[in-house]
């Protein structure tokens, strides 16, 4: 029997033209990291130009795609911007945009001018030669063309309001609506005058630089005017200096314009303290030392409103308070007697005055009110339309009208 012999190892055999297919996959393997770390093509076109319809200090870049970007060969991972002061520099990076853009804005131009450099960048990190445009200048623009819509409701609104001032100077006044806590400032005066006893009023804790001050100051004036009359004394506690002028100055031209100037008391208009809950002490104090017949809250108050309502309800005053603080509002409620709640404040002057240019210009300030809330209104019903029927008019329109109303805002 013959032994088994180990049989002859066996080699691949090499195809026909094996020593040329090796090479040609040496050299693909050789040239491959080099084709993947070419650079991108650079833009053919790069601009540069002030932003239109701005208030200055934006330049807005433009160019062209680089030809790596798109398509199936997607080679540009993004577009690089630098800015100089000088034309052959140095330039510093002011941006990144993504593979597709066209378009950069530069919104801190504030000098100039400015030279801007733009490279497409490769997924390699190298970047193509640099596009270099300038000088460029950000300048401010006469009109802001993007709030045409704010001139169109600006004028709207300056229309409605010479109309009903005009109405008005011909004997058609608007209706007002009856403000209860305005009528009552009658009563309150009356009250105090035949009791013998002084009236109290604060115009806030806020400065003159608080627009509901300055509503307070008008509402003073009108109470000074009855209290002159009436010869009742009028008691204004004061938490700055300044509104302290301000009302001394707005009670003395009131007893003149009621034919009563000794009825000026300046020293019934005084200071106490900047401090807040030291002025709530010291007005607190004389509340309940001079135990006023009535006492007024005209103005802007946080947490000392109560404080002061229920000093003034303990000694039986008649109370009338208005503030524009929502959070207040339950406080006054709960202790005064009659309550201007927001708005009320500001109307106070045209309600208590009755003068047409005033008057117009409050039912300018509703008919506004009402386009808003008409804007409000129409937003909504498009928006829940066009979501129940998937109708794309109706989703454009929703577009148009709350890009019509954000930008006016």
Known sequence: ????????????????????????????????????QQPAARPSTFDAADTPGDSGGSITLTWSL?????????????????????????????????????????????????????????????SSEPLTV??????AQWFRTARWNVLIIALFLFAVILYYIERGRRGHPPYVRRIAGLDAL?????????????IVY????????????????????????KTAAYETRLMVPNRYSLVM?????????????????????????????????????GTSGLIVREKPAACLFLGSFFAESLILAEIGNSVGAIQIAGTAQPAQLPFFVAACDYTLI?????????????????????????????????????????????????????????AMVSRFFANAS
């Not at 300038?134 to 300048?139: E, H, K, M, Q």
């Not at 115009?203 to 627009?211: Q, R």
Request: charged share 20%; net charge negative; proline share 7%.
């Open 202 to 225: 604060v115009p806030g804790v806020h400065d003159m630089n608080e627009v509901q001050t300055v509503a307070s100051m008008t509402i003073l004036s009108h109470v000074a005017k």
């Open 134 to 139: 300038g000088p460029v200048r950000a300048s």
């Open 245 to 281: 002028t301000t009302a001394r100055e707005t009670i003395r031209e009131s007893c003149l314009a009621a034919g009563r100037p000794d009825a000026y008391r300046e020293d019934d208009i005084f200071y106490i303290s900047d401090e807040q809950f030291g002025f709530v002490a």
């Open 186 to 198: 009658e009563e309150a005066i009356g009250r105090a005058t035949e009791m013998g006893r002084p």
């Open 1 to 36: 029997m013959t032994p088994d012999r180990p049989s002859a190892p066996r080699f691949a055999r090499v195809p026909s033209g094996g020593p040329a297919f090796v090479a040609a996959l040496l050299l693909s393997a050789a040239l491959s990291p080099t084709l993947a």
């Open 342 to 398: 927001g708005e009320e404040l500001f109307a106070a002057s045209a309600y208590l005055s009755g003068e047409p240019k005033q008057l117009g210009s409050l039912r300018g300030q509703d008919i506004g009110k009402m386009l808003a809330f008409f804007g409000i209104l129409l937003g909504t019903a498009l928006t829940t339309l066009a979501t129940l029927t998937g109708s794309p008019a109706l989703a454009s329109a929703f």
């Open 66 to 126: 680089s030809e790596d970007d798109g398509g199936g060969a997607q080679n540009v991972t993004g577009y690089e911007l630098r800015r100089g002061t000088q034309a052959a520099g140095p330039f510093e990076s002011v941006g990144f945009a993504a593979p597709g853009a066209t378009q950069f804005r530069d919104p801190s131009a504030k000098a100039g001018p400015y030279y801007y450099q733009l490279t497409a960048v490769a997924p390699g990190g190298l």
